[in-house]
């Protein structure tokens, strides 16, 4: 699976929007990527994945570089709710089943009042 | 629908007795994934299952340690003589099968067995 690279920590005011980057310059056509948040020792949470498209949900946007070597995940009003680790994952898709996801170190997001 | 359910939350185990941690997956999914995170550390990949079958145990240490997803029940990591560096918190994950409707992992608030 590819790898990714995150920047290990990062600060963001209450009410602003929080944009996260992630490299993964060897992304391969079958691989997507997956964002998921860790809130203190809680069981990871999915917040949104995607291919090539951008994708936006309830909870965030992802923006994917044409050439997919890059990501941004994008938390539009941060709250001190959304203080976490933040996990940038390739995960591949195989004929009749998907890959595990391997969790790298995350970005540290702490949201300030 | 009930979520993916681990229990027990808290395991307290004395050196070379035996841990099972049991995972119950959200109703209509058969793939199963064991993940642990050691203290102050990311959460390591160990193995993923789908029903009566081991897909992928790259993630798994050589000895003392198993799982299983049999056809009916929960999946099960069981941790045969722990040691103290065992201790850590267990996450299981549970997704439906390709091609459905939903390509996402769903956690578990996992199991924390501590060794004394």
């Known amino acids: 699976d590819a790898k990714t690279t995150q920047p290990p920590s990062m600060d963001c005011a209450e009410g602003r929007a929080a944009n996260l980057p992630c490299n993964h310059s060897?992304?391969?056509?079958?691989?997507?990527v997956y964002w998921y948040r860790q809130i203190h020792s809680q069981g990871p949470q999915y917040i949104i994945h995607?291919?090539?498209n951008n994708e936006t949900n309830e909870m965030a946007s992802l923006i994917i570089t044409e050439d997919r070597k890059s990501s941004t995940l994008i938390l539009p009003h941060a709250t001190l709710r959304d203080t976490a680790v933040y996990y940038c994952i390739v995960r591949v898709a195989i004929t009749d089943s998907w890959g595990k996801l391997q969790f790298g170190a995350g970005t540290q997001v702490v949201v300030t009042p | 629908n009930a979520g993916v359910m681990q229990n027990p939350r808290h395991l307290v185990r004395r050196r070379g007795q035996e841990a099972r941690l049991r995972c119950s997956p959200m109703?209509?999914?058969?793939?199963v994934y064991w993940y642990r995170q050691l203290p102050e550390e990311g959460l390591k990949f160990m193995v993923y299952?789908?029903?009566?079958?081991?897909?992928?145990e790259s993630g798994m240490p050589k000895e003392r340690f198993s799982a299983e997803f049999p056809k009916e029940g929960p999946s099960i990591l069981r941790i045969q003589q722990v040691v103290r560096g065992d201790s850590a918190a267990y996450f299981c994950?549970?997704?439906?099968?390709?091609?459905?409707?939903?390509?996402?992992?769903?956690f578990g608030s996992g199991t924390q067995l501590s060794v004394l």
């Open positions: 109703k209509g999914h058969s793939h």
């Open positions: 060897t992304i391969s056509g079958n691989e997507y």
């Open positions: 994950a549970s997704s439906p099968p390709r091609g459905s409707t939903s390509e996402k992992l769903f």
């Open positions: 299952l789908q029903k009566e079958n081991i897909i992928d």
């Open positions: 995607g291919l090539k």
